[in-house]
């Protein structure tokens, strides 16, 4: 299975180790992104399994490779997390 990569505070990675699988908090997703998210179920329901976990209504962004020649992501970079935030 190959390895896929996402940005998460501490407390989801404390719910991963927990359970197993990681679950979007639609609290958490910018009302302008709300379009976006349901284009992209729309599509994931088309070409791919449903998913089958209860509550599960939107997707954790993720990626296998984040730019060519690269597998993670810079997390020096303004753009990903605020600053002082601890990844893990």
């Known amino acids: 299975m190959p ?10 990675w404390k ?30 329901n088309e070409r791919c399994k449903p998913c089958t976990i209860p509550d599960v209504k939107y997707p954790i962004w993720a990626w296998y490779q984040y ?3 690269k597998m993670r992501a810079d997390l020096r970079s303004k753009a990903l997390l605020a600053k002082g935030k601890k990844v893990y």
Do not use: C, D, R, V
């Open 3 to 12: 390895t896929f990569w996402t940005i998460q505070s501490l407390e989801k």
């Open 15 to 44: 719910e991963f180790e927990s359970t197993g699988h990681l679950i979007a908090n639609e609290n958490f997703i910018w009302p302008e992104f709300i379009t976006a998210y349901e284009w992209i179920i729309k599509k994931m």
């Open 67 to 69: 730019l060519p020649g």
